[in-house]
């Protein structure tokens, strides 16, 4: 009988020990799964050097900090506002920069597309214009930062060379003129149809040195339809064509037979 107590016991130290090591052993494999590390965070995209200068420009705006006048324009530019006009080789812009009592005040970048960059304050009233790309001079004025009224230019030696009514910023009429005085080109933009990319809108006339018509059009919202024309040397008529409303190629009126005409450039200068 003691035997079989004695055996009994045995059992239930077995069974116990075998139990607590299968609680010890579910209990590490619990925390093993519980106790998991969080996956590192991804490494940083690169970023190229130009994108990262072009984020930070955006994000973080230089102010406008003025420089020297060039030594032609610092006398010039204590008793008047005067703008230098210079060609950007390569980006097709046009960089102008204001300068008054000897140092900058503001600068204007045209892009090609006609998108237009300020920075600083172009002041109210006249502005002396000098043209780096001809050595044209001429005379020029702003209201809020915009150009309204006539701006004259003139070729190095003082003739006239172009006049252009503008009013808030955009062209309403233009001329200009061959070194003899004689006119070279008219436009008048007053009425013109809009129409992207073509500058060969509101009514434009062309002329050779001796005075006769060469290129002229009418391309306008009252005009219907429109019509480009180009001239030989003796005035005679070369070729015409005509636009609808929408400014897009039509027929010649009253023609027989007619055909859709082609668009031409107008000849060079002759």
Known sequence: MGFILSMKSQN?????????????????????????????????IPVAPQTLERMQAVSQPSAFIPEQAPQDLIELSNSKVVCRSQVIRGVDETLLTFYRNGQSIARQTIAKDGTVTVEGTIPDGPVEIFNEYDNSKGETIYTNGKKNGTERTYYSDGVLQSETTYRNGKIKKHKEYFHSGQLRFEQDLEDALPLLNNNEVGIGKLYYPNGLLKYEW?????????????????????????????????????????????????????
């Open 12 to 44: 239930l130290i077995i069974i116990s020990v075998s139990l607590l090591i299968i609680m010890a052993v579910v209990i590490n494999l619990f925390n093993r799964l519980t106790d998991v590390d969080e996956p590192a965070p991804p490494p940083p």
């Open 218 to 270: 009418n391309i306008t919202i009252g005009t219907h339809p429109g019509f480009k024309k180009s001239y030989s040397t003796d005035g005679s008529l070369r070729a015409e064509f005509y636009f609808d409303e929408q400014g897009q190629p039509m027929p010649p009126p009253n023609a027989s037979n007619p055909t859709s005409p082609t668009l031409i450039s107008p000849p060079g200068d002759g």
